[in-house]
C-alpha cells in the first residue's frame, strides 16, 4: 500500500541492521520523491529546465506487529511516513544575518528538512502533553519524554552534503567513485587497493572497461593528441566484485595531497583518509586503482581527480591547497559555506550532520524535555557522486575524538546507504533537459520547508525571509518564516503554557528560579519561566559570531 505521504511494507526476519532489513534505499528515495512531486505546491520549486535545487527529508520508520503473522514474532510490518521536507541550495552572507533570529541564515536543503523536522517534533510533544496520540511516552526520568519503542528516524537527502562529505575521488566516465585514500607506492604511480565481497557492481565496473577502450577507438581515429587513461591488470582473469564500504586509518590531520590506496571491504572498521606530500609536478598526475577480485587477482583504474565542494576551510584551521586534481582539497576540516562576495558564517552541512550524530537533531530547547536525544539512525543519499567510505569519514570517524560528553549523549554509528533513483530538480537532470537559449542554468531562489504538522506545514523562503516579504517589513515578525530561531522559540514558550509547575524538566525549574528570572508577582512556575524566556532577542536566536 503506497501513497505519496506514507509507505506500509511486509518483511520477515530482522538482522544486525534492523529497520533497514525491512525497507531499501529505493523505497525511502522514491517515497521522498513522490512526496515531493505530489504533495508540495508549485510554488518556490525550480522552473524545469532553467533551475535547480537539493531536496532532503526526514522519514519516520514505524515497526508494527504484523497481525496476520501472530505465530512468527520476526515478521512485521513497518510503517515509513515522510514527516519533513525541505529544498534549498543557498545561505545568507554574513553581514545580511539578523541578530533577533528573524532570517534563515542558511537555506540548504538538509537545514529546511531538520527545521522543518523541529517543528514535527514540537507539535508531538504538545500532543503527548495533552495525551493524545503522539510518537513520545513518558521515561523513568521524571519529567522527561522519550520516543516510543519501534520508531526510528531516516535522513534523505538527494546529494551528498556540502563539505567534507563531497571530497570524493572520481572516476572519469561515471559518476561511480572509488572511495579511500592511503599513499602507497611511489610518486609518480599512487594505487588504490579496491578488496570486495559483492558483486552489485560488477556492470558498472565492466561498462568502465567498455567505455574506455570505445574512447581509445576514438582517440585512435581522431588527429587530437589525448592523454590516454590506461587500464592495468595484473592479471586477465576472474571476477570483479563491486563494494560501497572502505577501511582505512585515522591521522590526527590529513591532506587530500598524494596518492590513494582504497580498499574496501564491509566486514571490517573503516577509518580516515591518510596523506603524504610531494613536491612532484602533479599537473598530469594520475592515481591508479587496484580492483582485487575474489581470486585476489587485480585491476588498475586510473583516476585524475577529485569531486570538489565549495565550502571553505574555517579560518585558523588546515587550508586547502588548491593544488591541481587530487591536492586540490585537504580533508577532516570543518568549513563554511561559500558566498556570493559576502562570506557566511554557516557551516557546512557535512558539519551540521556531524554535530547531529552527537548531540542529535532536536536542538538545545527541546532537550529539556527528553530523556536522550532524537538521533537519525539512518542516513540515505540520492544518485549522485558518492562514497560510503567518505561519508562515514565525514560524519562519523573525524569526530571518534570526541570525550567527556554527557552521558546521554555520544557518537552515534548511524548506518549510511545510497539509492539509484536521481532528483528530478537536480542540478544533473536540470543540465540534460536545459535549453541554452533561454539563458543559464541557475539555483533556485527559494527553499521550502515542509512537515507534517496541523497548521500551516507549508514554509516557501527567500533570502532567508518568507516569500513575498517586501523591503518595508524586513526585520520584522511579518517577514518571518516559521521555521527562523524567533519563530521556533515562540513555539517552545507556547510549549511551555501546556504544562503545571510539577511537570517542569528540573532544567526550567531551575532556570524559572534562577536569579535572572523577573518574578514580579508571576512568581516562579510556568509564567515567571516564560518571564525568563521573554527577551527579544533571547541568545538562542542570537547570530554567530
Not at 131 to 145: E, L, R
Not at 218 to 239: M, Y
Request: net charge positive.
Amino acid at each position: 500500500m503506497r501513497s505519496a505521504a506514507n509507505l506500509v511494507l511486509g518483511r520477515g526476519g530482522s538482522n544486525s541492521e534492523g529497520f533497514s532489513a525491512m525497507w531499501t534505499a529505493d523505497e525511502i528515495a522514491s517515497m521522498c520523491y513522490a512526496h515531493y512531486s505530489t504533495k508540495l505546491p508549485k510554488k518556490g520549486l525550480p522552473n524545469p529546465g532553467q533551475e535547480w535545487t537539493l531536496l532532503a527529508a526526514v522519514v519516520k520508520v514505524e515497526e508494527q506487529p504484523n497481525r496476520q503473522s501472530v505465530f512468527n514474532s520476526e515478521s512485521n510490518d513497518v510503517y515509513l511516513e515522510v514527516v519533513a521536507m525541505g529544498t534549498g541550495s543557498k545561505c545568507v552572507g554574513q553581514t545580511k544575518m539578523s541578530k533577533s533570529g528573524n532570517i534563515v541564515n542558511d537555506s540548504h536543503a538538509e537545514v529546511t528538512a531538520r527545521r522543518g523536522f523541529l517543528r514535527y517534533l514540537y507539535c508531538q510533544l504538545k500532543e503527548a502533553f495533552t495525551n493524545k496520540n503522539s510518537i513520545f511516552i513518558k521515561s523513568g526520568q521524571k519529567a522527561k519524554w522519550k520516543l516510543k519503542p519501534g520508531i526510528t528516524f531516516v535522513f534523505f537527502t538527494s546529494h551528498t552534503p556540502c563539505g567534507d562529505a563531497s571530497i570524493i575521488p572520481m572516476i572519469e566516465n561515471h559518476n561511480e567513485p572509488l572511495v579511500k585514500m592511503r599513499v602507497v607506492g611511489s610518486v609518480e604511480q599512487k594505487v588504490i587497493a579496491v578488496q570486495d565481497n559483492k558483486n552489485i557492481e560488477d556492470a558498472q565496473i565492466l561498462n568502465y572497461e567498455e567505455h574506455l577502450l570505445d574512447k581509445r577507438q576514438k582517440c585512435d581515429s581522431s588527429s587530437a593528441v589525448i592523454p590516454e587513461k590506461r587500464i592495468k591488470r595484473a592479471n586477465e582473469t576472474g571476477d570483479i566484485s563491486g563494494s560501497s564500504s572502505v577501511c582505512k586509518n585515522k591521522p590526527d590531520h590529513q591532506s587530500a595531497k598524494g596518492g590513494m590506496d582504497i580498499q574496501i571491504n564491509d566486514n571490517q572498521p573503516c577509518g580516515a583518509e591518510t596523506m603524504s606530500e610531494t613536491n612532484h609536478d602533479t599537473s598530469l598526475f594520475q592515481s591508479a586503482f587496484a580492483l582485487n577480485t575474489q581470486n585476489n587477482k587485480q585491476k588498475q583504474i586510473e583516476v585524475s581527480d577529485i569531486y570538489r565542494t565549495g565550502a571553505k576551510c574555517v579560518p585558523g584551521g588546515l587550508q586547502d591547497s588548491l593544488g591541481p586534481g587530487i591536492n586540490y582539497h585537504c580533508v577532516e576540516s570543518l568549513r563554511v559555506k561559500p558566498g556570493r562576495g559576502n562570506r557566511t558564517l554557516s557551516m557546512s552541512c557535512s558539519d551540521k550532520l556531524a554535530r547531529w550524530n552527537i548531540l542529535g537533531c532536536q536542538g538545545a530547547l527541546l532537550m529539556h524535555f527528553f530523556e536522550e536525544p532524537v538521533y537519525f539512525s539512518f542516513i540515505v543519499v540520492g544518485h549522485c557522486p558518492y562514497s560510503d567510505e567518505v561519508m562515514k569519514r565525514a560524519i562519523i570517524e573525524r569526530c571518534r575524538h570526541v570525550a567527556s560528553l554527557p552521558n546521554e549523549f555520544r557518537v552515534q554509528d548511524v548506518k549510511i546507504q545510497q539509492s539509484q533513483l536521481p532528483f528530478v530538480h537536480s542540478r544533473h537532470s536540470a543540465l540534460s533537459n536545459h535549453d541554452p537559449s533561454k539563458g543559464r542554468l541557475v539555483p533556485c531562489a527559494a527553499a521550502l520547508s515542509w512537515s507534517a504538522v496541523p497548521d500551516q506545514p507549508l514554509d516557501v523562503t527567500v533570502n532567508g525571509y518568507k516569500q513575498g516579504a517586501t523591503k518595508k517589513i524586513l526585520e520584522t515578525p511579518q517577514a518571518r518564516c516559521r521555521i527562523c530561531k524567533a519563530e521556533l522559540f515562540m513555539v517552545f514558550r507556547e510549549l511551555l503554557t501546556f504544562l503545571s509547575e510539577q511537570n517542569y524538566p528540573v532544567s526550567l525549574r531551575f532556570l524559572a528560579r534562577s536569579p535572572n528570572c523577573n518574578q514580579s508577582e508571576e512568581g516562579h512556575g510556568p509564567k515567571g519561566c516564560l518571564s525568563f524566556f521573554s527577551s527579544d532577542a533571547p541568545a538562542f536566536c542570537a547570530c554567530p559570531q
